[in-house]
């Protein structure tokens, strides 16, 4: 074959190039009704507004912001899924490396003895040989070998960039609630001590009676054991509100030790009283990050098959090298014996094809699964957020009964007082109107951090609103 036709069958064989094998991933729809309004809507005060991207700002807290900004760049979690995101970078490029013509120098020394029979007579037979080239070789991606495996990278590094928005999703979530927990932990201490401190007026003026022969023993006793029992609960609100600060502190990257004391003084609980803005179904899922990686898996699994599937047929390689040979090193670089030499290589597994096959089913398996995996996905992201609307509307409507019933709870005491006061009733019925009220104003703090961790609960269930924007900042 002369130059010109070996160039002329290149040239025709890279016309061919492009023809790839394998399915062509086309995006999979959702149902239909995953991308109507929810149905959990009803009673929780939500609008049908599009979730802001920075959906804690609704707290209108700079301290919170300051926290999650901390969050963000220092958590660990977030930084080994930038680390993850930057090793799919580097297998995106080794992918597309292949596209490129492969090279390769070569130069060796070797020292040699012939046999006399080699030789020429007087000739010396022991003598040193150098020798140095440079190769080229470039794959004609004829069957979309090549380009199958830059589509899977590809759709591998967008998998890993969604993974990474839903890391930063569960981050700032928790970080909110770590804050919050904290707050409401603050709140319920004062609710606690306030009740403490109420029932150590009960408990004096119940003794004064009793040493002035108007009270029994029993009841100095029932207010001073119900008093206790009060008393014993603040320790554990307290041990509740220091882990609430230690976890703060983990997940903005600190030491226990290194978070600032601004950010446990806040004793109000955390709560959006606005409607909060939640969209639809379809606005779900397309920012749930986790739905998209998903998608992307599916995609990688899909170009995968085209990857095997490009096993099936031959693979052509056009290969150039030159070099040249001496017996001294100088020789090889001042116009000592060139060698060159123009190729192709066809490499083909034919006719025991079996275990080509063999990876094909494997990768069409690994496509179903993650087919089946986004479906899973989608619909797990449609019941967590059905759940955690459902849970808000009966969180509040817990709290709305329970704010009833301690102010029903602080109206009777405040008549049992009177009553007292005047001598129609003794201490006794007025001790069990503090112990409940007691207990109302308890429940209520406590309900009143269940409906901050719930809110919260469905902010994250939406996905947190996190953009591809703020991904691409952060990663």
């Not at 919170?64 to 970078?89: M, P």
């Amino acid at each position: 074959m002369t130059f010109r036709s070996f160039t002329l069958a290149s040239l025709s064989a890279l016309a061919l190039a492009g023809c790839a094998v394998g399915p062509d991933y086309v995006a999979n729809s959702p149902h239909p009704a995953a991308s109507g309004p929810f149905i959990s809507t009803g009673a929780p005060p939500v609008s049908a507004s599009p979730l802001p991207a920075d959906w804690w700002r609704l707290y209108d807290d700079p301290v919170l912001d300051g926290l999650i900004a901390d969050a963000l760049s220092a958590n660990t979690d977030v930084r080994q899924a930038a680390a993850r995101i930057e090793r799919a970078r580097a297998g995106l490029r080794g992918a597309r490396a292949d596209r490129l013509p492969q090279t390769s120098i070569e130069a060796g020394g070797s020292y040699s003895r012939l046999s006399e029979s080699q030789v020429s007579p007087g000739a010396d037979r022991q003598s040193w040989g150098y020798d140095a080239g440079f190769e080229v070789g470039y794959e004609l991606d004829l069957f979309g070998r090549v380009g199958r495996s830059v589509e899977a990278a590809r759709a591998d590094l967008a998998a890993s960039q969604a993974d990474a928005d839903a890391v930063r999703v569960i981050v700032v979530a928790d970080t909110t609630r770590a804050y919050a927990d904290a707050a409401s932990g603050a709140a319920r201490l004062e609710v606690a001590r306030d009740i403490v401190r109420l029932l150590d007026q009960s408990l004096a003026l119940a003794t004064r009676r009793h040493d002035a022969g108007l009270e029994t023993g029993l009841a100095v006793a029932q207010i001073a054991t119900l008093r206790e029992q009060r008393a014993a609960e603040i320790p554990a609100i307290e041990a509740e509100r220091q882990a609430a600060l230690f976890r703060l502190a983990t997940l903005t990257g600190r030491a226990p030790a290194e978070l600032p004391a601004i950010a446990g003084e806040r004793s109000i609980g955390l709560e959006i009283h606005d409607p909060i803005p939640i969209g639809d179904g379809a606005a779900l899922l397309a920012r749930r990050p986790d739905i998209r990686a998903a998608e992307r898996r599916l995609a990688a699994d899909t170009a995968r098959i085209g990857v095997a599937t490009a096993d099936l047929y031959p693979r052509i390689t056009l290969g150039a090298g030159i070099g040249s040979v001496g017996p001294d090193i100088g020789d090889l670089f001042t116009g000592g014996p060139l060698n060159w030499v123009l190729g192709s290589l066809l490499s083909w597994g034919f006719p025991n094809q079996e275990p080509a096959r063999a990876r094909i089913a494997a990768a069409e398996a690994d496509t179903q699964g993650s087919l089946a995996a986004f479906d899973g996905t989608v619909l797990q992201a449609l019941e967590e957020t059905e759940t955690a609307l459902s849970n808000y509307a009966r969180a509040l409507e817990r709290r709305a009964a329970l704010q009833s019933a301690s102010q029903q709870a602080e109206r009777t005491v405040r008549i049992i007082s009177a009553q007292q006061r005047e001598g129609t009733i003794n201490s006794l019925a007025r001790l069990d109107a503090e112990r409940t009220l007691a207990e109302a104003r308890a429940q209520l703090a406590s309900q009143d951090a269940l409906v901050s961790r719930t809110q919260i609960d469905l902010f994250r269930a939406l996905g947190g609103g996190w953009s591809s924007d703020q991904a691409a900042d952060h990663s």
